[in-house]
């Protein structure tokens, strides 16, 4: 895995760490998933089969969000909500004097993607959303498909498996990764995430997090109804994603292009969630097209 230097910035007292390689224009990579997942530990090394590729045309920096890979946790418990990590991407923007950089985002990094276009249009050149239930309309099903893993979690079996039912085909879900999220897993600052969101009925997951999440998304797709994007936006769906269906990235794609006319959906056959990862050459052809295609 190329990915094999991480760089460091304070960010609002938040030791945050990315990844960084290349020149030209400025491209940024945020994974998917969130702090405390029992479930996977994704972060920055999820891009790990593209961060070269795009490299080659780009100034690529790959954020790990708050409180997943090797960034702090969130400061106060109030904090451990997706408002905080879009406020926290953004502010990582900030405090690299970056702006108008290309927003790639996977996921709830896509629901991250979207919400850092709508909220600070000076950041952002173009969006590219990938796979996201967070950010479309319905319900996901995440829950179903990823039901009953190993015991016990975050071990390289259980993500693993987790990994492997995500995608359409398990050839990119390699020993390398997988060992990468583990040692991610076992750092203390993931072990008392996990303890603060935990599952059951009183951990922030229920009480906070989610609920503020689905308040946030009704006012996003409302805010995206009434004034657009007003940024390019593409959408990379997999066509065989079986968390995120391709029904909701269709719904997703014809609220933004009601208002946005340069708006993509650019959907790969043979791919389930981790798009980027089943189809690395593909997708990065396809990223860099969308971008140059904005240009004209």
């Known amino acids: 895995m190329a990915m094999n230097e991480r760089k460091f910035i304070d960010v609002g007292g938040i030791r945050t760490c990315y990844y960084e390689k290349g020149e030209g224009p400025v491209m940024i990579l945020l994974h998917g998933g969130n702090?405390?997942?029992?479930?996977?530990?994704?972060?920055?090394?999820?891009?790990?089969?593209?961060?070269?590729g795009l490299a080659e045309n780009y100034h690529v920096i790959a954020i790990d969000k708050i409180g997943q890979g090797y960034t702090q946790n969130p400061l106060q418990d109030e904090d451990y909500t997706m408002a905080e990590v879009v406020r926290h991407a953004c502010a990582t923007l900030d405090a690299m004097e970056i702006k108008g950089a290309h927003l790639v985002g996977h996921s709830r990094g896509g629901y991250?993607?979207?919400?850092?276009?709508?909220?600070?249009?000076?950041?952002?050149?173009?969006?590219?959303i990938i796979d996201s239930n967070s950010c479309a309309p319905g319900i996901g099903l995440n829950e179903i498909v990823l039901a009953n893993p190993p015991e016990p979690r975050l071990t390289a079996e259980s993500q693993r498996w987790i990994m492997e039912h995500y995608s359409y085909s398990p050839a990119h879900v390699s020993d390398e990764w997988i060992d990468g999220l583990v040692e991610v897993a076992q750092q203390n600052s993931y072990v008392e995430a996990c303890h603060k969101m935990a599952s059951s009925g009183d951990g922030l997951r229920h009480t906070q997090f989610l609920p503020a999440l689905a308040k946030d998304k009704i006012n996003m797709f409302a805010w995206i109804r009434d004034h657009g994007m007003d940024r390019p936006t593409q959408l990379i769906w997999g066509y065989n994603d079986p968390t995120a269906p391709i029904a909701m990235g269709r719904a997703l794609y014809d609220l933004i292009a009601a208002r946005e006319r340069q708006a993509q959906l650019n959907v790969f056959n043979e791919s389930s969630h981790f798009t980027y990862r089943e189809h690395p050459e593909a997708f990065n052809a396809c990223l860099h097209a969308f971008i140059?295609?904005?240009?004209?």
């Open 112 to 128: 991250v993607t979207c919400r850092m276009t709508m909220d600070r249009p000076d950041l952002v050149s173009t969006c590219t």
């Open 292 to 296: 140059e295609g904005t240009r004209t």
């Open 35 to 52: 702090f405390g997942s029992n479930d996977a530990a994704d972060c920055s090394l999820d891009w790990g089969l593209n961060f070269d």
